[in-house]
């Protein structure tokens, strides 16, 4: 299944997108270094592609003007959108 990663500018919508999307389990980790975002603070989950993505972190309200959402293509990071 292809991995997502949603990146944040704020560690309080970090944290409340971890909570809202608790059913995919997704791991919280370091921002990669290709990828810049001011808090530091990812979320790297997987779906079924990349509109299921898209949905889920556009249904966290926290995530609205402070994410940005990347699919994970072998280790390279393509953003697909900033929310």
Request: hydrophobic residues 55%.
């Amino acid at each position: 299944m292809p991995r997502y990663l949603l990146a944040f500018e704020s560690t309080h919508a970090a944290m409340a997108a971890n909570k809202a999307l608790a059913a995919v389990n997704p791991a919280v980790i370091p921002t990669p270094r290709a990828i810049t975002a001011s808090c530091g603070m990812t979320l790297r989950f997987e779906a079924e592609g990349a509109a299921a993505a898209r949905a889920l972190a556009v249904a966290v309200p926290e995530t609205r003007g402070l994410a940005a959402l990347y699919a994970d293509q072998a280790g390279e990071y393509v953003l697909l959108e900033k929310l």
